[in-house]
């Protein structure tokens, strides 16, 4: 059974830091693309960052130079570094996973405010 369980959401003033986890089982981690998406209230799902089997990233231009997607094959863990948080960032972060189907996680939510 697959299952993604998603850490590290909080509330975080502008200019902030975060750093969101992924616990992945179930599958050969190693094996999977993994990445991060986000929804905003009222917006779509959006991809925020990914990573290949290889370690090549992938980002959005909204993560571009403030976060940074890190996977611990090891561990079985997908990480996002969010740095100089904005306001715009506020959203249930999802945890994703590609291995012949997707899987998503249950999310967790990162509210940035003052």
């Known amino acids: 059974q697959v299952q993604l369980v998603e850490s590290g959401g909080a509330l975080v003033q502008p200019g902030g830091s975060l750093r969101l986890s992924c616990a992945a089982s179930?599958?050969?981690?190693?094996?999977?693309?993994m990445g991060w998406y986000r929804q905003a209230p009222g917006k779509e799902r959006e991809l925020v960052a990914s990573i290949s089997t290889s370690s090549i990233q992938y980002y959005a231009d909204s993560a571009k130079g403030r976060f940074t997607i890190s996977r611990d094959n090891a561990k079985a863990t997908v990480t996002l570094q969010m740095n100089s948080l904005k306001l715009d960032d506020t959203a249930v972060y999802y945890c994703?996973?590609?291995?012949?189907?997707?899987?998503w996680g249950q999310g967790t939510q990162v509210t940035v405010s003052s």
């Open positions: 994703y996973a590609i291995y012949f189907s997707q899987y």
């Open positions: 179930g599958f050969p981690f190693g094996n999977a693309y």
